[in-house]
Structures are given as structure tokens and as C-alpha cells.
């Protein structure tokens, strides 16, 4: 079942790439667009076969493939995957829907389009290690080609610096997987076989480590990150929208799946220093945000700055802090493919993103008035507001990250300040005061421009005010997951004492068994 | 000894007294610029209608109704109309009422001087006896005896508009009529058209009685000698055209500040000076009225606007500067009209009285946005 959402897009793929018929760019993009969205519906129908009160791997495939080396095709879904796996469906129609109806080349272009969802769905759904590496390597063809063909001016430049940052990335992943399998002995890179072994914590530093330096890569960590913005600012707007909504989070989810996974001992000695630099993600990211005119440049460097949110829950890796993260990911996904489509827009209708040059856009009839409300409802969104995914996602961050490191979320709450000031400067130069004459004849915004928006950020006040539906999948996983790292481990190692905050709220990391989303209501009650 | 060339006028808009003199106007000719005037004043006559109507209506009808909930309705209130009314399909009033509490505010002309007179007063008394004798209202006349004359010099401002805009109705549709029937074709014909018709409606009475009772009361009689031109229409174009009230929607002004003059004299916010790109931010009051105008718009003056990168999406926009271009026509027909003497005169000391008159209106003219129309 798992398998079709990674062969059906493929299938699609060749079949829009080699006939001849595809060659008109609105049938392309129809039957693209029918492909993503017959692959949504099935994830649809995957989340009615999936057992939320099972913490493990569901709807599990095996078939052999290259013994020798270790590489079966292995694939499963858990809480932590699932809602991942569902938005790549979702972005991907989002993406093709949003794209230019007579671009260039439209069979290389859809079929690049529909090879990167289903890689990035392969690399969701591994369950052996190689073919992670291989899902993982094979997203960046199809990325890279679709930056460097229909990007920007300095698309070249772009493409390659993304390249060559993530393809290192790739490296070093792989080497830590090969130096998995060659210190453990063990014959093959499924991932539950691997999760057993025995290792010395030394060891573990060092293979973990080297997880963290390639899944920060991707992430992107500071200061591995310089390929994001650049990439981001070269990108066509549906590329934007799949490179911020997921493929950053192929690095925070192979973080969780493969470094907290597999060296739960290693992340405990290690955590504090990701607590730190997802500080320096945070503040990093927004002061340099502040700093920017560009509004792609903008919500780039804003992505910087919130997936330092994830590192952060991540860091503390508790049950709460794990669901945390899953739900500060999707929130993200959202929020910046939203922002992402917004700039779009405005680029598209006015030739410019400049906010020193943009102006007034809010007006009603020779402005863009409902993109920029709904850019004023994305920014809020981002900055936390409460009624939006991103307060719920934020808050949960926050709340469960706290207990254990208090001084680092502190900082991070600092940031979602920041993110107010950036994003607000945005809107005020470039939405409100008067349009001036030379954007007063802007061509017309149609209902097909609006919609893709319209329905993100319909999505993301849903989600907001019935956060359950986002966080219900992933309690189990993310409780056993945060087992991993028992609590008392964690205080003794962190750089600050903890003792009075875990005495103050014990709720939070003792009762691990019972689903982390309730725990964490009943210790918001016991609180007031 | 004086010269018979007269010296090129000095002024800053010394294009523009130049081109007044040798017969052009404000708005430069073209087609498409006669189209826009036209087809624009077609769908203003109209609404003008309804609006003339109902400020008759509620000056002769609503004669001090303490709550007049239905005063937009002319009398006719039915549920079908209630119903439309709450849906806004409707002509909105307001605007009407907004122009008329300009001209009360800012005043001016013989019927601003009338209103303060012992004749009105006496009037009004009478009136005020006939509506509120032997009804409770009659105590809140003994407490405020300025409230309900107050509100009869609001009623007769209702009246006054409604009569000068009853006559630039039907001057708009017959210029329609006439364009129609290929008979206007330049802008200079439009000007002549307004020109000639304000000229002829100059002297028509402004009067306004109401019955109460079955009894007529005469709150302006013909005997007061108030007239079209003089004490409707050059109050209107002063108080509509140039002053209005300090207000655009997008810009907030700080009076404490002194960004608005304490002088209203002073005040430049009128419809000559009005950005038309805010149109439909809240609480810009040509919205109104441009809304009013859409619905009757001319087909061709429909079709020329789809043409736009926008088509519908900035249709009151572009309604709005339509209609500012038309305002300036009319203002030229007002600035001709009101010459001293004869455009073609060859006699030096009318040509620089001419100049002199011409040049005072431009002085007023400095800021608006003459120059956007030149280009537009």
C-alpha cells in the first residue's frame, strides 16, 4: 500500500515525460495534477488504515532487493512519518496547482516535480537505512534540475551551492550508516535490526555527530545554512513551497529517526549543545531576517530561524517534546509554503519582492487586497498567534522544551518576538500606505492565483483551533521515542539545574506511558 | 500706452489659462477622453436623479420626523424593499446627504445668508408650531429652542441640493442624448453643453415650502430671490469641488498638529483634489458614489473599461477618474460661464480683467490633480 505513493507518482512521471501529447503545458499540468492529487487521496485513505494506539511501524512492505550489501526495500509508517508523509502528498498538489500554466519545457518540469514528491515520500517510508541514503540522494536530482533550469537569474550559481552543501550532506550520512553497520557487525541496514545493537558511547558521539553535521545540512543548522536562502531566492515559487514545506524536514526527521533513534545515549550527552544551536538557529535567523529587503529572503531566513524550533524539542527529546517537534514541522510546512506562495504572488503581479520598492498593496481595487490579508494572516500565523497552527506548535515547543532546558527555550521565546518584528515590517512597507503610481496598474489577480493560498491558510486556522487532528497520529511514536532518553539522564546532563523544574512538573516526563498530548493537558491543568 | 498682445500669463498653470483663453479646457481633447466624460456623466445623471429625488423627498416628507428610519425609501416601504435595502442593492444615499452636510458645513451664497435671517426665523417658527404643536415634541422645542430650527436649515440645504441636482441631471442626460445622436463630439462641445445650461438654469428660483396639515408653509419663498447659480451651484462646486472635509481614508490627518488648516476657506479636499486609487478603503465617501455609478453605466463606457489589465477587479477606480476628468469639464464650464466678459473680447483692459479672473481659479487649482488628468 505504502509503495503507491512512491510508484504511482514515478509511474506518472515517465508517462508525462515521454508522450509526445504532454508537450502542451496545460495538459501537462492537468494530468501532473491528477497524479498528485489520486497520490493524496491515497495517503487520505492510508490515515483511515492507520492505528493511532500503535507506537511502531505500520502497514510494513519487504521485498529483498541487494542482499549482500543489506539494502531490502523496507518500507513502514509511524507517528512520526504519517504526518510528514500526508503533507508531501498535500504540498505536492499545492505546488503543481500553483505552477506557471505555460512554463517552459512542461514534460521535464512535471515529471521533475512528481520524481521529488515521490522521493521525498521513499525517504519518509524507509525503514532500512540505505534506502533512506538513495531516496535521499535521488530528491536532489530532480531539485536540483528544477532550480537550475526554471530558477532565477542567478539560478546556476544557486542550483550548484545547493548541490554541493546537500550532497556532502548526503556523504556524510552515509558514511555514518556505513560506520553503523561496520562497528555493530551487523550484515544489514534495516533499520530495526540496527536499532538493537550495542555500541560504546564514544563511538556513538562520533557517528551521531556526524549525523547532525549532514542532517544540518539540510536543516539547515548555522552555519551550514548559506545554501538555503540563496537557493530559495533563485526558485520558482512551487519549488520554494516543497523545498521550505519538505525537504528541510528531511533533515530534522532523519535527525529524530536515525540520531535520536539509534543513538539514544550519544543524543543524551549531545543534547544540550543542539539546545544550543537551535538557540543560534532562532536569533540567528530572525536578526538576520530583520536585516533583509528581499521578501523571499525574508521568509528563507524566517525558515532558519523556526526550524531551530524543532531542534530544540528535538534536543529535549521527550514524549511531549517529540510530538512537539512532529507538529512544529508540519506547522512550518504550512505556514511557510503559505508565505512562500503569498511572495509569489506579489512577484509574479508586481515584477519585484523588494519591500523598499513595494508599497500600499492592500488597496482594494488596484492592490492585491486578499493576498495581502491573507499574508497578514500568514505572518500572524508565524508569529504565534493564537488560533493558528503556529501558536499550538510554538506553545507545545515551548511547554515541552522548558522542563528540560529552560534558559534555551527562554531564548527561543525570544525569537517568536523577533518574529513579529520582521514580519510585521514586512507587511507595513509592502501592504499598507498608499500604492504608488508605478504599482497602480497591476495586472489582474485571478481566482486561480488566490486559491492554493486560500486553502493553506484555511488549513492552518483549522489546525490551529483543533490542534488534536495534528497531534493524535504521533502520540504513540513520540512517547516511545522519548523513552529512549530517560529524564533523570537528561537533568544530570544538562548545563543548567533542573531539579526544581522537574520537581514542579513531573507529570510531563514520568508518565510516558500514557499518550503525551493528554499528559501534557493534565500538567497544563495541575498547573493553574 | 497699452499694449494690444497681451504678455503669456506668469502663473504656474499658465498652460492651462493659455489653453481656457483660446477656447480649450481643463481635460485635453481626445476620444477616448470624451467617451470616458460622457459615458461617466451618463450614469452620474442618473444617480443624480434618484438622489435629487430623495432629498426632495425627505425635505418636504420628513419635515422634522424625529427618527427618520425610512427615509431612503420615498415612501414606498415594503418588505421586497426593506429586504433589498439590507442587501445593499440600493442607491446610497448617504453620498447625497454626505454633500449636502458640506455644503451646510461650509456654507456660502444667498441661501447660507438667508438661513440666518429674521425672515427664516419667522418661518420657521410657524412651521415648527404647525409640525409639533400638541405633541411631546413641542417641550423639546421650549428646552432647545435651537435644536428643531437647526434641523429646518439642514431640511432646506436638503431641498436646495436636490433642486440644483435635479437640473444637472437632466443637463447630463440630454448631453448623453446628444452624444448619442453623434451631436457632442469634443470636449470643448461637452464644456459648451454644461456651459450653455448652467447659463439658462442660472436664474431659476431655489424655493422650499412643506405641508403640514394641509396647510403650506413657505420656509423659502420665491420672494427671498435666491437662484440656481449663485446660491446652489457656486456653493456646491465650493464646497463639493474644492473644500469638502479633510478626510481621504488612507492619510490621517492630525489637527492638533496643525496639518489641517483652522481656516475651512483653506481646505483643498474635494472632489478635484481626491485620489481616486483609495477608492473603496473604508470610509471614503466617493466610494459611494461610485458604486451608485456602476450600475448605470453606459455599455460602451463598460467595454473601454474591460480593456484595462484589470477589467472589473478596479472598476470604481477607474469610474473615479472618469469622473474627475468630467468634474474638471464641469468646472470649466463654471470658470467660463462666470468670465467677466466676453472669451473672444479684443479689449485689452476685459482680456486682463479675462486673465485676472482666470488666474484666481488657478491659483485654487494648484494642488489638485490638473496635472494627473493632463496624462491620464
Redesign the interface.
Known amino acids: 500500500m505504502l509503495s503507491t505513493l512512491i510508484w504511482a507518482p514515478v509511474l506518472g512521471a515517465t508517462v508525462i515525460a515521454f508522450l509526445p501529447q504532454f508537450s502542451n503545458s496545460e495538459r501537462a499540468r492537468q494530468a501532473a495534477l491528477a497524479i498528485a492529487i489520486f497520490t493524496l487521496g491515497w495517503t487520505v485513505f492510508l490515515i483511515t488504515q492507520f492505528d493511532i494506539s500503535n507506537a511502531g511501524l505500520q502497514l510494513q512492505e519487504t521485498l529483498p532487493w541487494v542482499e549482500p550489501l543489506g539494502l531490502t526495500y523496507r518500507l513502514g509508517v509511524d507517528g512520526l512519518s504519517l504526518p510528514l508523509v500526508v503533507m508531501n502528498s498535500f504540498l505536492v498538489v499545492i505546488a503543481i496547482y500553483s505552477s506557471d500554466p505555460k512554463i517552459n519545457r512542461p514534460r521535464l518540469y512535471y515529471a521533475l516535480f512528481l520524481l521529488l514528491g515521490s522521493a521525498v515520500a521513499g525517504a519518509f517510508l524507509a525503514q532500512n537505512l540505505l534506502l533512506f541514503f538513495l531516496f535521499y540522494e535521488l530528491e536532489l536530482i530532480p531539485l536540483y534540475l528544477l532550480i537550475a533550469i526554471w530558477g532565477g537569474a542567478r539560478r546556476g550559481y544557486a542550483a550548484t551551492k545547493f548541490l554541493i552543501y546537500t550532497a556532502t550532506s548526503g556523504i556524510l550520512i552515509l558514511a555514518a550508516f556505513f560506520g553503523l553497520t561496520l562497528l555493530t557487525g551487523v550484515s544489514t541496514f534495516d533499520y530495526a535490526a540496527l536499532q538493537s545493537q550495542a555500541l560504546p558511547l564514544g563511538t556513538q558521539i562520533i557517528l551521531l555527530v556526524t549525523l547532525l553535521v549532514g542532517f544540518g545540512i539540510k536543516i539547515p543548522l548555522v552555519p551550514l545554512h548559506t545554501w538555503l536562502p540563496d537557493a530559495h531566492v533563485e526558485a520558482s515559487t512551487p519549488t520554494s513551497v516543497l523545498l521550505a514545506g519538505m525537504l528541510l524536514k528531511l533533515g530534522t526527521y532523519g535527525l529524530l529517526r536515525f540520531g535520536l533513534g539509534l543513538f539514544p545515549e550519544a543524543w543524551r550527552v549531545l543534547a544540550p549543545w543542539l539546545a544550543a544551536i537551535a538557540v543560534v538557529n532562532v536569533l540567528y535567523g530572525s536578526f538576520v531576517a530583520i536585516a533583509q529587503t528581499d521578501m523571499k529572503k525574508i521568509v528563507a531566513y524566517s525558515s532558519v530561524g523556526h526550524m531551530g524550533f524543532v531542534i530544540l524539542a528535538s534536543a529535549a527529546a521527550t514524549p511531549l517534546s517529540i510530538l512537539a517537534a512532529v507538529g512544529q514541522m508540519v506547522s512550518h510546512g504550512l505556514i511557510s509554503a503559505l508565505l512562500f506562495l503569498l511572495v509569489g504572488v506579489v512577484y509574479s503581479k508586481t515584477g519585484t519582492r523588494d519591500v523598499t520598492v513595494l508599497r500600499g498593496l492592500l488597496n482594494p481595487e488596484r492592490g492585491l487586497p486578499l493576498i495581502g490579508s491573507l499574508m497578514i494572516a500568514g505572518v500572524m500565523a508565524s508569529g504565534g498567534i493564537p488560533g493558528m497552527v503556529g501558536f499550538v506548535a510554538e506553545f507545545v515547543v515551548y511547554r515541552s522544551s522548558f522542563s528540560v532546558f529552560p534558559v534555551q527555550t527562554l531564548l527561543c521565546v525570544l525569537g517568536t518576538g523577533l518574529t513579529a518584528v520582521y514580519f510585521l515590517n514586512l507587511v507595513n512597507r509592502a501592504f499598507f500606505g498608499r500604492l504608488p503610481e508605478n504599482l497602480a496598474n497591476l495586472p489582474r489577480v485571478y481566482w486561480r492565483d488566490r486559491l492554493p493560498s486560500v486553502v493553506m491558510t484555511v488549513l492552518i486556522i483549522f489546525l490551529g483551533l483543533q490542534p488534536s487532528w495534528l497531534y493524535r497520529w504521533s502520540e504513540g511514536t513520540s512517547a516511545a521515542l522519548g523513552r529512549l532518553t530517560p529524564s533523570p539522564a537528561i537533568s544530570h546532563m544538562a548545563p543548567l539545574p533542573l531539579i526544581e523544574t522537574v520537581a514542579v512538573n513531573p507529570p510531563e516526563i514520568e508518565l510516558v506511558s500514557t499518550p503525551a498530548f493528554e499528559n501534557f493537558q493534565h500538567s497544563a491543568l495541575s498547573l493553574e | 500706452m497699452v499694449s494690444l498682445t497681451q504678455q503669456p500669463s506668469t502663473h504656474p498653470l499658465a498652460d492651462m489659462i493659455h489653453c481656457l483663453e483660446s477656447g480649450g479646457a481643463l481635460l485635453p481633447d481626445s476620444p477616448d477622453n470624451v467617451l470616458e466624460v460622457v459615458g461617466v456623466l451618463k450614469s452620474y445623471g442618473v444617480v443624480l436623479d434618484a438622489y435629487s429625488r430623495n432629498l426632495i423627498y425627505i425635505a418636504e416628507q420628513q419635515f422634522l420626523v424625529l427618527f427618520p428610519a425610512f427615509k431612503y425609501f420615498d415612501g414606498e416601504v415594503s418588505l421586497k424593499k426593506l429586504l433589498r435595502h439590507w442587501w445593499h442593492d440600493r442607491i446610497n444615499y448617504e453620498y447625497a446627504e454626505y454633500c449636502m452636510k458640506g455644503m451646510l458645513w461650509h456654507g456660502g451664497g444667498g441661501l447660507d445668508d438667508y438661513l440666518d435671517s429674521a425672515e427664516f426665523s419667522r418661518r420657521t417658527e410657524a412651521a415648527i408650531q404647525a409640525k409639533v404643536g400638541g405633541t411631546p415634541m413641542q417641550l423639546l422645542h421650549k428646552l432647545f429652542s435651537n435644536f428643531l430650527p437647526e434641523q429646518v436649515r439642514q431640511l432646506a440645504y436638503y431641498s436646495g441640493l436636490g433642486q440644483f441636482w435635479r437640473v444637472m441631471s437632466d443637463m447630463f442626460i440630454d448631453l448623453s442624448d446628444l452624444y448619442d445622436q453623434g451631436e457632442v463630439q469634443t470636449i470643448a462641445d461637452v464644456v459648451a453643453h454644461i456651459r450653455d445650461a448652467l447659463v439658462e438654469a442660472a436664474a431659476l428660483p431655489i424655493t422650499y415650502a412643506v405641508t403640514i396639515k394641509g396647510q403650506t408653509y413657505e420656509i423659502i419663498p420665491k420672494s427671498v430671490g435666491l437662484t440656481f447659480l449663485a446660491d446652489t451651484a457656486l456653493p456646491y462646486v465650493e464646497a463639493v469641488f474644492f473644500r469638502s472635509f479633510p478626510f481621504f481614508g488612507?492619510?490621517s490627518y492630525n489637527a492638533q498638529a496643525h496639518q489641517i488648516s483652522e481656516k475651512p476657506g483653506d481646505f483643498s479636499y474635494g472632489a478635484l483634489f481626491a485620489?481616486p486609487?483609495?477608492?473603496?478603503?473604508a470610509g471614503i465617501p466617493p466610494t459611494l458614489l461610485m458604486q451608485d455609478m456602476r450600475h448605470y453605466l453606459p455599455g460602451y463606457l463598460h467595454d473601454f473599461y474591460m480593456q484595462?489589465?484589470?477589467?472589473e477587479?478596479?472598476?470604481?477606480?477607474k469610474i473615479c477618474i472618469s469622473f474627475q476628468k468630467s468634474m474638471f469639464c464641469v468646472t470649466t464650464a463654471t470658470v467660463l460661464g462666470l468670465m467677466p466678459h466676453p472669451l473672444d473680447t479684443t479689449d485689452p483692459v476685459q482680456r486682463q480683467e479675462n486673465r485676472t479672473h482666470l488666474e484666481n481659479w488657478m491659483d485654487r487649482l494648484l494642488t489638485s490633480r490638473l496635472a494627473d488628468v493632463q496624462s491620464e
Open positions: 488612507t492619510v485620489d486609487l483609495p477608492i473603496g478603503s484595462g489589465l484589470r477589467g477587479d478596479d472598476l470604481r477606480v
